[in-house]
């Protein structure tokens, strides 16, 4: 499934949206990846996870992606989960310190069951 | 700005010299840490603990940390327009700024920093780059920002 304006590939697993963030977050895209985010987390409850384990590049302008969905996530009782896979990105969350707000794992599976939709599931 | 900008977030540094000049005490909001250099040694990124970038949330401490400026130090303070590239990893961009950085007068280092990371062309993103340093004799603080 695809999101046609943003053009990042969301796939729902086990009730949750994952959207797969692009290679490099810059100023060409990072607006395309909000909007992608944000519809995504609407179809979410809230929830979405991203996708960053592809992601080799986010400058700090660009995190501003990341945290307008967390804010609107949390507004709606869900939350932002991402999925980092290269310590790069890490260092841009930990400068920023969104590391501390933001929850990050270094795997979709670990992301994924810290979702709302496999709390429930596992009741 | 939580609840009148909710999609505004900003980095921010705040520091506070002390009057004897000896100290520096600063905290971060998402922002990047100054750099310090010493004289006769190489500059390093200063060891400030970070705290969130404002706009994020209301519920997150930020803690201060306390940097020691010994006569004759600089300290680099800058943005990220400065040091970031579009497909370079952040830390080759702060090894770049460590290695521009030395124990100068301020107009000098400013005009050493922006000679080594921006050129002659046109920068990509805004600048703002803020020396400061303490006199070697003690004669007080010098001041020289360009952008």
Same mark, same amino acid.
């Given at each position: 499934?695809?999101v !046609?304006?943003?053009?990042? !590939?969301?796939? $729902? @697993?086990? &009730?949750?949206p994952?959207?797969a963030?692009?290679?490099?977050?810059?100023?060409?895209?990072a607006?395309g990846?909000? =909007?992608?985010?944000?519809?995504?987390?609407?179809?979410?409850?809230? =929830?979405?996870?991203?996708?960053? &384990?592809h992601?080799?590049?986010?400058d700090?302008a660009?995190?501003?992606a990341?945290?307008? =969905?967390?804010?609107?996530?949390?507004?709606?009782?869900?939350? $932002?989960?991402?999925v @980092?896979?290269?310590?790069?990105?890490l260092? @841009?969350?930990?400068?920023?310190?969104?590391?501390?707000?933001? !929850?990050?794992?270094s795997?979709l599976e670990?992301?994924?069951?810290q979702?709302?939709?496999?709390?429930?599931?596992r009741? | 700005?939580?609840?009148?900008?909710p999609?505004?977030?900003?980095?921010?540094?705040?520091?506070?010299?002390e009057?004897?000049? %000896?100290?520096?005490?600063i /905290?971060?909001?998402?922002?990047?840490?100054p750099v310090i250099?010493y004289?006769?040694?190489?500059?390093?990124?200063a060891? +400030?603990?970070?705290?969130?970038?404002?706009?994020?949330t209301?519920q997150?401490r #930020?803690?201060v940390?306390?940097v020691?400026?010994?006569p004759?130090?600089?300290?680099?303070?800058?943005?990220?327009?400065?040091?970031? /590239?579009?497909?370079?990893?952040?830390?080759d961009?702060?090894a770049r700024?460590?290695?521009? +950085?030395?124990?100068?007068s301020?107009e000098?280092?400013?005009? *050493?920093v922006?000679?080594?990371?921006v050129g002659?062309?046109?920068? /990509? %993103?805004?600048?703002?780059?803020?020396?400061?340093? #303490?006199?070697p004799?003690? *004669?007080? +603080?010098e +001041?020289? *920002?360009g952008a």
């Amino acid at each position: 499934m695809r999101v !046609p304006d943003a053009g990042f !590939p969301v796939e $729902v @697993i086990r &009730s949750v949206p994952v959207v797969a963030a692009p290679e490099d977050i810059d100023i060409t895209n990072a607006a395309g990846l909000r =909007t992608a985010l944000l519809q995504a987390a609407a179809r979410g409850n809230g =929830t979405v996870v991203v996708d960053m &384990s592809h992601t080799q590049f986010c400058d700090t302008a660009r995190i501003h992606a990341l945290v307008g =969905t967390h804010k609107r996530a949390r507004a709606e009782g869900g939350q $932002v989960l991402l999925v @980092i896979g290269v310590a790069a990105v890490l260092r @841009i969350l930990s400068i920023t310190g969104l590391d501390r707000v933001i !929850p990050n794992f270094s795997s979709l599976e670990q992301a994924l069951a810290q979702t709302p939709a496999a709390h429930q599931d596992r009741k | 700005m939580q609840h009148f900008e909710p999609d505004a977030m900003a980095t921010v540094l705040y520091a506070v010299i002390e009057p004897g000049l %000896d100290r520096m005490h600063i /905290r971060l909001a998402g922002h990047f840490p100054p750099v310090i250099a010493y004289p006769g040694q190489p500059a390093e990124l200063a060891s +400030v603990v970070t705290g969130a970038i404002f706009g994020i949330t209301d519920q997150v401490r #930020r803690p201060v940390t306390t940097v020691q400026i010994p006569p004759g130090a600089l300290l680099c303070f800058y943005t990220d327009g400065l040091i970031e /590239r579009p497909g370079e990893l952040i830390d080759d961009g702060l090894a770049r700024l460590c290695q521009a +950085v030395t124990a100068q007068s301020p107009e000098a280092a400013c005009a *050493a920093v922006m000679h080594a990371l921006v050129g002659s062309g046109p920068a /990509r %993103d805004d600048i703002a780059l803020l020396m400061v340093r #303490r006199q070697p004799d003690h *004669a007080g +603080v010098e +001041v020289d *920002a360009g952008a």
